[in-house]
């Protein structure tokens, strides 16, 4: 528990040093930094930061109730989001964007990456577990659920 409390903590540090630097390349004038895709990421980093923090200290119960719908709400975006932070930080890198150039891009891109290979792990997994489902026809997980009854 205080594992995951650390690294919730560590991300949400991370995902608000991700809109500062954003922010800060328009306040600096940095116009080969504008791009749709900062906005994006930009505005879909804050709102999914409110939604962690709010789901883990705030209110989990509340959110818990509705995350049939926020979830895939979510998951896309958050697809999106790591598509979209790949193709921006590729194309400052390409258009050797000097007034974007920091460790808060490169801070950006590793968590990307990491979000990606977060993804791709959760969707094998999905995979996995419906080829378990598909081969033992669900028996598998009815006796599962009859051996914690007793």
């Known amino acids: 528990m205080i594992v995951a409390g650390l690294i919730s903590l560590t991300l949400s540090v991370l995902y608000v040093l991700n809109v500062y630097y954003l922010y800060s390349l328009e306040q600096k004038g940095c116009e080969c930094a504008m791009d749709f895709r900062r906005v994006y990421i930009m505005v879909f ?64 891109e590793t968590l990307a990456i990491v979000n990606a290979v977060t993804y791709g792990i959760t969707f094998l997994m999905a995979l996995a577990s419906l080829e378990v489902i598909a081969r033992t026809g669900g028996s598998m997980f009815s006796k599962m659920s009859r051996s914690r009854k007793h």
């Open 45 to 108: 980093t804050a709102i999914f930061l409110v939604y962690s923090i709010t789901l883990h200290w705030f209110a989990p119960k509340i959110l818990l109730n509705y995350i049939q719908y926020i979830l895939p709400v979510v998951l896309v975006g958050g697809i999106v989001n790591v598509v979209y932070t790949l193709q921006y930080v590729a194309k400052l890198k390409a258009t050797n964007c000097k007034c974007s150039e920091s460790v808060y891009r490169d801070v950006m």
